[in-house]
């Protein structure tokens, strides 16, 4: 069953956030509400500018697997028919031919702190897996400070070389929550690291809008070396020298999730709220995918200023599609562009959810708006959604925060 968003938008979920991995709660190891600042403006949600009905297919979910523990992320090397699943607590799974293998690929829960918001977050394939066997991890340490590290395949292409481990980037945290942690090489061959605010309420250290520091931003980095990384000559800096040579763009409060469509290289960012809106920025190849963007946090929170009735939005580029918390929400959940060719009709459908409701939506981005908004009741997993997943060939997965991936099939 499908049915358009305006509608969808007045059902009330009522689940409760506990553990939220990705959430605007500001706690660190134990649960916590979200905190919530006043604003005095409360505009509607995004509502569909473009009437134009969704395609005429029904969803359904497939469960791949059970039993995972607090799964965060799905993905595969390029070409690779395994399924790869990042457990917060640390351990990289394998699911392979359809079981979960019992070894983990790789078991960092010795190196990753637990709180809320922390664990293993990341998980990138290089490009040239195939023949480097390098892949690429981003966690919170036991300090609580973010992570980078590359390590190889070992002789068992079902098991890493645990001692293999070069770290390429550290960041420190100042608060436990925010630290983003996507991980996704570009359709450039480079690496897109996201880092969140740094966290704390509000971005009290404004490095939202500081293009100096690394935190709020999602970087650009070369790490086809054994070692370290450089900062392409192509960032921002060539532009601004007040940027810091790896960031490709700013105003980011904890951008949990994003991603390039394979098919076009237009850049998906959703980004989590404070405590009032959520929000999805789509940023077109053609105009750059991004890069020097101004996403507006904190002077904005989603399509609203932060904290004011007024704010200065000189500079800032302004989300696609945000939601508010009316109906139980309280994290975005960013998915993928569907690339598959199972469903056919579903090309070029972005999907996302929201960890706390739960639900699944999609839109379809054309001319700059979002389109074909949707909500697939048929695609809720009845719980907390932390991640999707996108197999090499396409194939989009839903993970929950009880253990189950599902893979989204046409009925
Ligand atoms: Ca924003």
Not at 59 to 81: E, I, K, R
Not at 321 to 333: E, I, K, M, R
Request: net charge negative.
């Amino acid at each position: 069953m499908r049915r358009y968003l305006r509608a969808a938008l007045t059902a009330f979920h009522a689940l409760t956030a506990v553990v939220i991995a990705c959430s605007s709660g500001d706690g660190g190891g134990s649960p916590t509400p979200p905190d919530t600042t006043p604003t005095d403006t409360t505009p509607s949600d995004t509502t569909p500018t473009d009437t134009t009905p969704p395609p005429a297919i029904s969803l359904g979910l497939q469960t791949v697997t059970t039993g995972l523990s607090f799964p965060l992320l799905l993905t595969s090397p390029p070409g690779d028919a395994r399924l790869f699943v990042v457990e917060k607590g640390g351990a990289i799974r394998i699911i392979k031919d359809g079981a979960l293998l019992p070894t983990p690929f790789l078991d960092l829960s010795a190196l990753v702190s637990g709180g809320n918001e922390q664990g293993l977050l990341g998980l990138a394939f290089d490009p040239r897996y195939a023949s480097n066997g390098r892949f690429f991890v981003d966690y919170t340490d036991t300090d609580g400070n973010t992570v980078l590290a590359s390590y190889v395949v070992s002789s068992n292409p079902d098991v890493a070389d645990a001692g293999s481990a070069v770290v390429r980037l550290r960041q420190d945290q100042p608060f436990p929550n925010h630290n983003g942690g996507q991980l996704v090489f570009g359709p450039d061959g480079y690496l897109y690291v996201g880092l969140g605010d740094g966290g704390g309420a509000g971005d009290p250290n404004g490095h939202g809008q500081d293009p100096r520091d690394l935190l709020g931003s999602i970087l650009r980095i070369d790490v086809s070396g054994a070692t370290g990384y450089t900062s392409p000559a192509t960032n921002p800096r060539a532009d601004n020298a007040s940027w810091a040579p790896e960031v490709w763009n700013i105003g980011l409060r904890n951008p949990w999730r994003f991603a390039f469509d394979r098919a076009n290289g237009d850049l998906y960012i959703a980004d989590v709220g404070q405590g009032e809106r959520e929000e999805i920025d789509v940023s077109p190849s053609p105009s750059g995918a991004g890069r020097g963007l101004n996403y507006g946090w904190a002077i904005t929170e989603g399509s609203a200023c932060y904290g004011s009735s007024n704010c200065n939005r000189s500079g800032l580029t302004d989300p696609v599609l945000d939601y508010t918390h009316a109906d139980g929400s309280c994290s975005v959940t960013g998915g993928y562009v569907y690339r598959g060719t199972a469903i056919p009709g579903l090309a070029g459908t972005y999907f996302y959810s929201d960890y706390c409701s739960g639900w699944v939506r999609s839109f379809r981005y054309v001319n700059g708006q979002a389109t074909e908004m949707t909500e697939w009741s048929d695609l809720a997993v009845g719980g907390n959604v932390t991640s999707f997943g996108e197999d090499t060939a396409g194939e989009l997965y839903i993970l929950s925060s009880g253990g189950t991936v599902y893979r989204i099939v046409k009925r």
